[in-house]
């Protein structure tokens, strides 16, 4: 006959007058001191036994102990947690169609707390309000034995945009708001353009915060915009990563607030290994609401690359505009400029002074932007021209065309994602006579090079052409997929491949097709993305006449790009 003997449960004290059996539970020291006094404070050197009962109950139900038994006797208080409840699936009645539980990650089979509820309503009232909907009720109860949760929705009517109470913004007049706003007036409610026209407002220094209320009575919605004056004068300083610059900094000088337009200045430098960097340009407004601007620039440039070095000055007028619909944003820039380079090492003169007309058209949707910081949807497409003429300050015709363009997929529309995939493709082409693409006319900083972070990445910064005087046509693709919130430490694992051509004469590629696929994690750090990626070099269709590629391993590190 076995005969098992139950050891009864070890005591931990955590106090004189308090001991806790069963699972060990960890307290705060703001928690001990409600619970067992504090003997610094003469109205709070003893705790009533009923006090202490009610504050550990609420801290226990906090941590998911909803069965908790005392035991008060011999002038101490013994505390059995009992065990923890995990929410076990989730009812919901009256919630629309289009809002699926199912999509909200990482609530079933979480521990049953009071902050578990909260998220859960927070979550379904944000996807009510981005759905037009700008009043819902939502209120929640939990089984504490089964760890079912049940949720009632009133979803309320739907809400039109069709006023917004402007902030106190004291000298500055209150239309200069206008040029942020992503939304249309008149169109259903989504709060994530309020939200992201509030984040222009800050990124752009007009204000140190901004942020949207709404408040509702008798269920019509009322909209009002809320601001932080701060001074209008700003300076700032970063630093950054990665394999290919190694240290990166950035000292920023702005002026958001010139006149009563509010035009703005800046001014920044910028230093690397490769790129040393000095830019300043005038943003200027000809009326407060103008979405349309006038933009001199001036730039001077040093960059150190594996197939060249250069030093650039640039002078450029860009007058422009930037227009939004409920979806999107379009921002157009064009304007003349003087352009000098000088070829330190590398093919082409030494010397250039060019008279170009550059232009820029740039599509992106709002929740590209809205995401930016933790990409998971949403798309942006730019094309961007410069064009020498002959005779004009030029001893060549050249037209350059470069076509960027990135897609974002949350696949599933889990909320947070599970996966998200992400293409990416840049293409670009300059069009020039036979006599000027000899390599001799064309500096080497006005053409196409392929490799490193930015697009090629098992090949070495801008390693491509291996024979060195850069490509007049490239063409590049890539795909990533990428895993989010199942490991530890908000680690998120990715595999990608990328895929490129080139040319040497304008508008044709070569038989050659570079690729590199290889796999890396994210970690989404309070101070911006970090990424590692390794990445094998291949060569497919090899020429024989062109000077071969040696297959390499390449790793990047990053810290603050994303894909």
């Known amino acids: 006959m076995l005969l098992w003997l139950a050891a009864p449960a070890r005591a931990e004290s955590l106090c004189p007058a308090v001991e806790f059996t069963g699972d060990k539970v960890e307290l705060t020291e703001a928690e001990k001191r409600l619970v067992c006094g504090d003997p610094e404070r003469e109205g709070w050197k003893t705790v009533p036994v009923e006090q202490a009962k009610y504050f550990l109950r609420a801290f226990l139900q906090q941590r998911a102990y909803l069965h908790p038994s005392f035991d008060a006797s011999s002038g101490v208080l013994r505390v059995d947690p009992g065990p923890r409840t995990k929410i076990s699936g989730i009812l919901a009645e009256g919630l629309p169609e289009d809002v699926r539980l199912s999509r909200r990650r990482g609530v079933v089979g979480r521990w049953l707390t009071p902050s578990a509820l909260d998220g859960l309503q927070n979550w379904i009232r944000a996807e009510l309000h981005n759905r037009g909907r700008g009043c819902p009720a939502v209120s929640s109860t939990a089984d504490a034995d089964t760890g079912l949760v049940r949720v009632e929705v009133d979803a309320g009517p739907l809400h039109v945009v069709d006023r917004v109470r402007d902030a106190e913004t004291g000298s500055v007049d209150p239309g200069v708001f206008r040029r942020f706003e992503a ?16 984040d222009r407002v800050v990124e752009s220094d007009l204000f140190l915060s901004a942020y949207y209320d709404l408040s509702c009575s008798s269920r019509s919605l009322s909209i009002s915009q809320n601001v932080v004056t701060g001074p209008p004068r700003l300076v700032t300083a970063g630093v950054g990563f990665d394999s290919e610059d190694l240290a990166k900094a950035q000292v920023r000088y702005r002026n958001s607030r010139i006149g009563w337009r509010a035009s703005r200045f800046d ?39 594996l197939r060249y070095e250069a030093a650039f000055a640039e002078a450029l007028l860009e007058p422009g505009v930037e227009l939004d619909d409920q979806t999107l944003r379009l921002s157009v820039q064009a304007g003349p400029g003087f352009e000098y380079v000088r070829t330190l090492r590398g093919a082409g003169p030494p010397d250039q002074a060019l008279l170009a007309l550059h232009s820029k058209l740039t599509l992106m949707s709002h929740l590209y932007e809205y995401y930016v910081r933790d990409p998971r949807t949403g798309w942006y497409a730019t094309l961007e021209t410069a064009s ?21 997929w949350n696949v599933g529309l889990y909320d947070p994602p599970l996966f998200v995939l992400g293409w990416r493709t840049t293409t670009g082409t300059t069009l020039v006579d036979a006599a000027a693409a000899d390599p001799g006319v064309i500096s080497s900083p006005l053409r196409f090079f392929l490799g490193g972070d930015s697009d090629l ?23 990533e997929l990428r895993l989010g919130g199942l490991l530890p430490y908000r680690l998120e694992p990715l595999v990608f491949v990328d895929a490129a ?11 050659e097709i570079y690729w590199s696929p290889g796999a890396g994690f994210r970690w989404g750090s309070p101070v911006g993305a970090v990424r590692l990626t390794g990445a094998y070099s291949l060569t497919a269709r090899r020429d024989p006449t062109l000077i071969e590629h040696k297959a390499h391993w390449q790793v990047f590190f990053s810290w603050g ?3």
């Open 388 to 408: 020498r003429q002959q005779g004009i300050q030029s001893p060549f015709t050249m037209h350059r065309f470069t076509v960027s363009a990135q897609r974002l």
């Open 561 to 563: 790009q994303e894909f």
């Open 183 to 198: 939304f249309r007036y008149g169109r259903p409610l989504d709060l994530r353009l309020l939200n992201l026209s509030a």
């Open 501 to 511: 051509m080139g040319g040497r004469r304008s508008l044709e590629l070569e038989r």
């Open 457 to 479: 990445r098992g090949f070495a910064r801008k390693e491509l052409p291996v024979s060195g005087e850069g490509f007049l046509t490239s063409v590049y693709q890539g795909l």
């Open 267 to 305: 001014a920044k430098l910028t230093a690397s290994r490769r790129i040393q960097a000095a830019e300043s340009q005038l943003r200027w407004y000809p009326r407060p609401a103008a979405r349309w601007f006038v933009q001199p620039r001036a730039t001077g440039r040093h960059e150190d690359e």
